[in-house]
């Protein structure tokens, strides 16, 4: 089977840093995506790690390490409007994606 | 550049009736593209992937003749909910792979309701 988990919900504060941590378990592996997603719009790409380390894209980071099934994207400097559902999908092969349970983020002034 | 999108945006239709739903890549050619469902507070689940000129690919679980999927060019694909019972209600989702890129787009999703 294939598992890939992620916490449910998640607060926090404006100009905070938050981590949303994602683990999977799947056969088959080729990168993973992180998307954002607000009630009722569909999800839009924040990033894609397929290489062991940290990809930083402005206030954005994605972390990867393969051996361990794990990923994090960490948001900086946090802003109302980054509350929104926050999406890990696994690619597992010609761009088949499998996606997370998905983190609902509130943001609170 | 690379937007997809999709039509109609929302549609309410009574149980026992086909619903077609359209998904066209905009400005890119899409060697593949895929259509996903997604319940209220849950992410979204893979139905099928379609590869232009040939038959789609359905995820275990999705009935290929409940859900009719046609790609016959490079821009256009659509999902045809047969017979939709209100269980069908959903938000469905198509997204398109350009050929030499690795990421998907995604359009920006149709509300079905079936009462």
């Known amino acids: 089977g294939q598992n890939i988990d992620q916490p449910t919900e998640m607060t926090a504060t404006e100009g905070a840093i938050v981590q949303i941590n994602c683990t999977y378990q799947?056969?088959?592996?080729?990168?993973l995506f992180w998307y954002q997603q607000h009630a009722g719009e569909a999800p839009t790409f924040l990033s894609y790690?397929?290489?062991?380390g940290l990809e930083e894209k402005g206030r954005f980071s994605s972390f990867l390490s393969r051996s361990k099934g794990y990923s994090y994207l960490l948001l900086k400097e946090l802003q109302m409007k980054d509350s929104a559902s926050y999406l890990c999908?696994?690619?597992?092969?010609?761009?088949?994606?499998?996606f997370g349970t998905g983190t609902r983020l509130l943001v609170s002034p | 550049g690379a937007v997809v999108s999709q039509h109609p945006s929302w549609v309410i239709c009574k149980s026992g009736t086909s619903v077609k739903i359209e998904c066209r890549s905009l400005?890119?050619?899409?060697?593949?593209m895929f259509w996903y469902r997604q319940f209220p507070k849950q992410s979204l689940m893979l139905m099928a992937t379609?590869?232009?000129?040939?038959?789609?690919?359905?995820e275990q679980g999705v009935e290929k003749d409940k859900f009719l999927i046609n790609h016959a060019s490079l821009t256009l694909s659509t999902l045809t909910v047969t017979s939709a019972h209100p269980e069908d209600s959903s938000f469905y989702i198509c997204?398109?792979?350009?050929?030499?890129?690795?990421?998907?787009?995604f359009g920006p999703g149709t509300r079905l309701t079936v009462l």
């Open positions: 999908a696994v690619n597992k092969s010609f761009q088949k994606l499998v």
């Open positions: 997204s398109a792979r350009e050929r030499r890129r690795n990421e998907q787009f």
């Open positions: 790690n397929v290489l062991d």
């Open positions: 799947t056969s088959g592996f080729n990168g």
């Open positions: 400005d890119f050619q899409a060697t593949t």
């Open positions: 379609s590869n232009e000129g040939s038959k789609a690919t359905y």
